[in-house]
């Protein structure tokens, strides 16, 4: 797999987090101006169950605060990752196909590490891959 390949796959899992993002946003907003619309219009005679909207608001918070604390986290390996670059520069490495040459630059993306080797072609740093 060649690192143009990689880094292609990484931009578009990237922008797929981040429109995700930006969809939970418009997707919180839409829902807060239908609850407060609901409010505003609903039967005096007959109101909203005020536990069934706490219910529903609450879910949307779980889910916001998930996706920030899926980005948290993915702050925090990429930061461990770039403390152990320079272990691999140099090195000698063979993924599971056989593909086999020295490191000469290390890309880490939000989904896995690059490794660019001397041959011009990279390996995706995971499970298969070994380094001397």
């Not at 219910?55 to 899926?70: C, G, K, M």
């Not at 390996?77 to 290390?106: H, I, K, W, Y």
Request: glycine content about 8%; cysteine-free.
């Amino acid at each position: 797999m060649s690192v143009d390949a990689v880094s292609a796959t990484t931009t578009s899992s990237t922008s797929a987090a981040s429109s995700a993002q930006e969809q939970l946003t418009v997707d919180y907003e839409a829902f807060l101006q239908l609850m407060m619309a609901q409010m505003q219009n609903q039967d005096p005679t007959d109101p909203v169950d005020s536990s069934e909207q706490l219910a529903q608001l609450a879910s949307f918070s779980q889910v916001e605060q998930a996706i920030e604390t899926n980005s948290k986290l993915e702050t925090l390996l990429a930061n461990m990752s770039f403390g152990q670059v320079d272990d691999l520069l140099g090195r000698t490495v063979t993924d599971a196909n056989g593909t086999t040459g020295t490191v000469e630059s290390v890309e880490i993306y939000d989904d896995g590490t690059v490794l660019g080797l001397d041959t011009g072609e990279g390996i995706l740093l995971g499970s298969g891959v070994k380094i001397s």
